[in-house]
């Protein structure tokens, strides 16, 4: 491995407690047992750098990555600590602290950085693995989030209404084809990093139709939801001093083309724009019917709530050994952190040879059990 026995402080303490700036003798002082480093130093970033990634080439060769490697960016120097920026599952960024260490039983340095649990760990072995684990949960996630959106566009669709407007046979319903929700599933993805779910899926639903050639204007013309929907629009009812848009409970909203050869740049905005043409015949029968009512749910409390995902969560995992969503962040890093220590939650076959365990934490409202090697 390519980790020297050079240090790159600016001040270090030996393990009598003595401080030293940084000299000749300093690298000396920190290979004493108990040195530590008090202030690194930035001048020295491009030769730490260097010295990691050569390390992490030695170490898991064709393995790595591009983004595995360190750069100017990802390194920084705040307060004499040299700070890296690590991830998360959710990718999001956090500072994690890195260091350098000697160890005089064997005469190595090994550089550590401590861990989302506040825990000091192997940089070039363990990190390089919390990221390859990172990004295998975030394909998951990923699959996860893509699979329910064909469920979610059909959610949708019954809580929606949308027409087209003819000037001669009127304001007519639209039904969705398959290939319609392909195209809305597609769509879905793209609108969804940039609106809120719902106007991201009306966004999606306009534009897996053309714009109208007759009119210039989309295909889709109105959209309608009954109050009682669980609809999150930002223009509702009593938001920027608007009136409330109600017909016998139904909301409208009007799509409106931007000019330009663009299909997807039109704006929603709130009420039927479209005062001048009626509904079809057959459209005001269908808004003439009753909306089915649903049964009343009885609200469960909270604690009951995440105890039964809790449960969930933890069945899942004993049974496919997979995180599954119903459990809290901080839940999930406690499990993690169990699976990397070696700890089974499925029950070994043949139990001889495993110890079994309970573990309780303020972050579960129950115990439960463990298996590890004896």
């Given at each position: 491995?390519?980790?020297?026995?050079?240090f790159f402080c600016?001040?270090?303490?030996?393990?009598?407690?003595?401080?030293?700036?940084?000299?000749?003798?300093?690298?000396?002082?920190?290979?004493?047992?108990?040195?530590?480093?008090?202030?690194?130093?930035?001048?020295?970033?491009?030769?730490?750098?260097?010295?990691?990634?050569?390390?992490?080439?030695?170490?898991?060769?064709?393995?790595?990555?591009?983004?595995?490697?360190?750069?100017?960016?990802?390194?920084?120097?705040?307060?004499?600590?040299?700070?890296?920026?690590?991830?998360?599952?959710?990718?999001?960024?956090?500072?994690?602290?890195?260091?350098?260490?000697?160890?005089?039983?064997?005469?190595?340095?090994?550089?550590?950085?401590?861990?989302?649990?506040?825990?000091?760990?192997?940089?070039?072995?363990?990190?390089?693995?919390?990221?390859?684990?990172?990004?295998?949960?975030?394909?998951?996630?990923?699959?996860?989030?893509?699979?329910?959106?064909?469920?979610?566009?059909?959610?949708?669709?019954?809580?929606?209404?949308?027409?087209?407007?003819?000037?001669?046979?009127?304001?007519?319903?639209?039904?969705?084809?398959?290939?319609?929700?392909?195209?809305?599933?597609?769509?879905?993805?793209?609108?969804?990093?940039?609106?809120?779910?719902?106007?991201?899926?009306?966004?999606s639903v306009v534009?897996?139709?053309d714009i109208d050639?007759?009119?210039?204007?989309?295909?889709?013309?109105?959209?309608?939801?009954?109050?009682?929907?669980?609809?999150?629009?930002?223009?509702?009812?009593?938001?920027?001093?608007?009136?409330?848009?109600?017909?016998?409970?139904?909301?409208?909203?009007?799509?409106?083309?931007?000019?330009?050869?663009?299909?997807?740049?039109?704006?929603?905005?709130?009420?039927?724009?479209?005062?001048?043409?009626?509904?079809?015949?057959?459209?005001?029968?269908?808004?003439?019917?009753?909306?089915?009512?649903?049964?009343?749910?009885?609200?469960?409390?909270?604690?009951?709530?995440?105890?039964?995902?809790?449960?969930?969560?933890?069945?899942?995992?004993?049974?496919?050994?997979?995180?599954?969503?119903?459990?809290?962040?901080?839940?999930?890093?406690?499990?993690?952190?169990?699976?990397?220590?070696?700890?089974?939650?499925?029950?070994?076959?043949?139990?001889?040879?495993?110890?079994?365990?309970?573990?309780?934490?303020?972050?579960?409202?129950?115990?439960?059990?463990?298996?590890?090697?004896?």
């Amino acid at each position: 491995m390519s980790i020297s026995n050079k240090f790159f402080c600016k001040k270090c303490k030996d393990n009598s407690g003595n401080e030293f700036n940084s000299n000749p003798a300093c690298d000396s002082v920190m290979l004493l047992s108990g040195s530590e480093c008090l202030e690194y130093d930035p001048n020295k970033k491009n030769e730490i750098i260097e010295e990691i990634n050569d390390t992490w080439r030695d170490v898991h060769g064709d393995k790595m990555g591009d983004s595995n490697y360190l750069n100017s960016a990802t390194l920084k120097f705040s307060n004499g600590k040299i700070i890296h920026k690590g991830e998360t599952l959710e990718d999001a960024p956090y500072d994690e602290e890195i260091r350098k260490v000697y160890d005089s039983s064997n005469n190595t340095a090994t550089w550590e950085f401590k861990d989302s649990d506040n825990e000091w760990k192997n940089f070039i072995t363990d990190y390089f693995y919390v990221k390859e684990s990172l990004k295998r949960n975030r394909k998951k996630l990923m699959k996860e989030n893509m699979d329910r959106i064909p469920q979610m566009i059909d959610d949708k669709l019954r809580e929606f209404n949308f027409y087209t407007v003819d000037p001669k046979k009127g304001k007519q319903k639209i039904s969705f084809t398959d290939d319609d929700r392909e195209l809305m599933k597609n769509n879905f993805v793209d609108m969804s990093e940039k609106y809120p779910e719902d106007i991201a899926f009306i966004r999606s639903v306009v534009s897996c139709r053309d714009i109208d050639d007759k009119t210039n204007e989309p295909f889709v013309r109105l959209g309608s939801y009954r109050d009682s929907s669980n609809i999150n629009l930002p223009f509702s009812k009593r938001v920027n001093g608007l009136e409330k848009v109600l017909d016998g409970g139904i909301n409208y909203f009007t799509i409106m083309n931007n000019p330009g050869p663009d299909n997807r740049d039109f704006k929603i905005v709130p009420g039927d724009r479209i005062k001048d043409v009626d509904f079809d015949e057959e459209t005001k029968e269908m808004m003439s019917q009753p909306q089915p009512q649903q049964p009343m749910k009885r609200e469960e409390p909270f604690e009951e709530v995440m105890k039964n995902k809790e449960r969930k969560g933890l069945a899942s995992l004993m049974e496919k050994g997979e995180l599954s969503n119903d459990f809290t962040r901080p839940q999930k890093k406690i499990i993690e952190k169990l699976k990397r220590e070696g700890y089974l939650f499925k029950q070994p076959v043949d139990e001889g040879g495993y110890k079994k365990m309970r573990v309780k934490s303020k972050e579960f409202t129950e115990a439960f059990e463990v298996w590890k090697k004896s």
